[in-house]
């Protein structure tokens, strides 16, 4: 459903010229937990922005649903960010002063929902994660492991086809982030989740497919668990 091939991304600064991707191409399917790995600066934050859609390529193609992205216009992009996109950071970025349902509803940028609708999707996506009874709190009476939660929520609320996830578990004890992680890998019964990661331990635990970065390029695909079946 989703793949890049050959996608080139350079920055320059100054004189100097990084290459963060460096000639990648890999495909993706729905329903596939992938787990990327790799040393810091090695491209993995820069790939995740580029299929996320908040980073240009500079060559290459990413293709979507077999549909190029070469010609996407601003409004696709827009849409492609809206629609089929959710993405979940290391450090939460809920907005304090809102409370636990308000901060899922601002996930739902969909036009011509009613505010009661927005209101019922976003209470759908709090049972989601269990945090239901938690809703009119505001983020700083959660745990951390709960504010991650409320960050799957709303990166749920559109209903995305792909989940973006940054190091979701890289603020968390041990113990929570065996449970993300659980979460995280059962939402991938329904979506393509991509996780960015420097837990090797937990990737090979919970996702499907591993895939590590060194210098912008993609230098091992593996699948640690070939056999296990999906519900
Ligand atoms: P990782 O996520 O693996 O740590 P990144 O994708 O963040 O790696 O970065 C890849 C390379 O691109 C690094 O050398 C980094 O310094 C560089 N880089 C990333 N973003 C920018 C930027 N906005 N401007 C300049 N260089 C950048
Ligand atoms: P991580 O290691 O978690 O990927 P980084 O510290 O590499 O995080 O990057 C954090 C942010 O800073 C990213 O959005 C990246 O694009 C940006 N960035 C990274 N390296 C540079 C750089 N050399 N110049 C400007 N921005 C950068």
Known sequence: ??????????????????????????????????????????????????????????????????????????????????????????????????????NVELGMTLSGVSREEKKRRAEEALERVGLKDHMHKKPNQLSGGQMQRVAIARALANDPEILLCDEPTGALDSETSVQIMELIQELSREKLVIMVTHNPELATQYADRIIEFSDGQIVNDSHPHKERPKP
Do not use: C
């Not at 090695?42 to 010609?71: A, F, P, Q, R």
């Open 1 to 102: 459903m989703l793949e890049l091939k050959e996608i080139k991304k350079y920055y320059k600064v100054g004189d100097t010229t990084t290459k963060a991707l460096d000639g990648v191409s890999v495909a993706f399917r729905k329903q596939e937990f992938v787990a990327i790995l790799g040393p810091s600066g090695s491209g993995k934050t820069t790939m995740l922005n580029v299929i996320g859609g908040l980073d240009n390529y500079d060559s290459g193609d990413m293709v979507i649903n077999g549909k190029s992205t070469k010609t996407f216009k601003d409004s696709d992009w827009d849409a492609y960010r809206n629609n089929s996109i959710g993405f979940v950071f290391q450090s939460y970025n809920l907005i304090s002063h809102l409370g636990i349902i308000d």
